[in-house]
């Protein structure tokens, strides 16, 4: 088996050898080209490129560019999603508000969304959105820093296509419905914490996949059980649902995965419960046909405005010493050093924000297959 010691590693960050590294601004041009190819409006296309790649800025490729063929691309062609995002707000209060995205653009709902409790936080102290019918929305960690950026809380989450297995179960129910947190802080970055609440994504081992590489064990189980690691077999058996990821901490109670379990309820129950919107086996993009069909997908966000306490210099400055207290603190034999969420993210940015994408394979193969398509006017530094 071949594991992530084949890898780089910077930061948390996997590195593909013998890769052609692109410019931000060649790969940004030309996806944002590619979606108003095919009917996203400029405007909203040029959201979409930037939060793909500040995934891959912040060291967490399997949801960068390397996803924007087949996650946004591909199901706008195939009718499964629309270009054109109709936001409609079914409610709105002071604090709060529920929105339909018409299976349009989710990085364009959760903008708009993220942007109006952000106002709501300003003037009333909280704000939550809770939206209903969208699509992948990116790294859930984009929303949540919008309002970190601006000193502000935020709390984000969504559900997804099930894949997660409930604890003694082996049936993929939950989506790996990531719960994150973003804290404003007295350092130069924020506090983030960005994960699903299954041990792996989907995304990652799509990423395993396309580089050739093993799902580490204890990922994902089998009907009957058992570990699989073939990433391309995986992805097969998730589709049929003849397998399912675990959840944060293990399919077992003794390895307490009964809490990934409970924290992916809570997420599930939070992205569909406030705004009667679908869940669980509804999110399987296939009707009774099998045929395929949106996904509806439903996000949640929450934003709290800190000045309604005890002030934001206040807040920044207890967070960033709690933060430090950590780093600070003893570490194990041979350690080098602690880190706090969302620092090997910030380092990682530093690492690549002049340098560019490394593309891989794959990702090369995508990038000529659309250009192709749509007759862009681009070529690749990787072209011959």
Not at 352 to 361: N, P, Q
């Amino acid at each position: 088996m071949v594991y992530l010691d084949e890898y780089i590693h910077y930061g948390g960050v996997m590195e593909q050898k013998d890769t052609t590294m692109l410019s931000w601004k060649l790969i940004g041009d030309f996806m944002t080209d590619a979606f108003v190819a095919v009917g996203v409006p400029r405007e909203d296309a040029l959201l979409c490129a930037d939060v793909l790649m500040e995934s891959d800025l912040r060291g967490i490729p399997s949801h960068g560019c390397n996803r924007f063929k087949s996650m946004y691309i591909d199901r706008i062609t195939a009718g499964i999603q629309n270009p054109v995002t109709e936001f409609e707000v079914l409610k709105d209060t002071p604090t709060t508000l529920v929105a339909d995205a018409h299976n349009g653009m989710g990085m364009v709902a959760s903008a708009r969304a993220m942007n109006a409790i952000i106002e709501k936080a300003r003037k009333y102290g909280m704000g939550m959105a809770a939206v209903r019918n969208s699509t992948h929305f990116g790294i859930a960690g984009y929303w949540a820093t919008m309002a970190s950026n601006q000193g502000l809380l935020a709390i984000t989450g969504t559900n997804a296509r099930p894949s997660i297995a409930p604890t003694f179960g082996v049936e993929n129910m939950l989506g790996t419905n990531p719960l994150t947190f973003s804290f404003p802080t007295d350092e130069e970055f924020p506090f983030v914490l960005d994960c699903a609440t299954s041990n792996i994504q989907r995304g990652k081992i799509e990423y395993y996949a396309r580089a050739g590489l093993d799902t580490p064990e204890g990922m994902v189980i089998g009907n009957d059980g058992r570990s699989l690691t073939d990433s391309n077999l995986i992805l097969e058996e998730l589709k049929k649902g003849e397998a399912a990821l675990t959840p944060l901490g293990g399919s077992s109670a003794a390895s307490t995965g009964y809490k990934g379990y409970g924290y992916a309820t809570v997420v599930e129950i939070l992205s569909a419960a406030l705004q009667a919107g679908s869940f669980m086996k509804m999110l399987t993009g296939s009707d009774e046909n099998g045929c395929r069909r949106p996904y509806h997908l439903g996000h949640f966000f929450i934003v709290i405005n800190p000045e309604f306490f005890m002030g934001e210099e206040s807040f920044r400055k207890t967070a960033g010493e709690i933060l430090r207290g950590l780093r600070n603190s003893r570490k194990a034999p041979g350690a080098e050093r602690i880190y706090t969420a969302g620092e090997k993210e910030y380092l990682s940015r530093l690492a690549k924000k002049d340098t560019g994408i490394e593309a891989g394979a794959a990702l090369q193969e995508d990038l000529i297959t659309i250009r192709d398509q749509y007759h862009l006017p681009y070529r690749f530094p990787f072209e011959k």
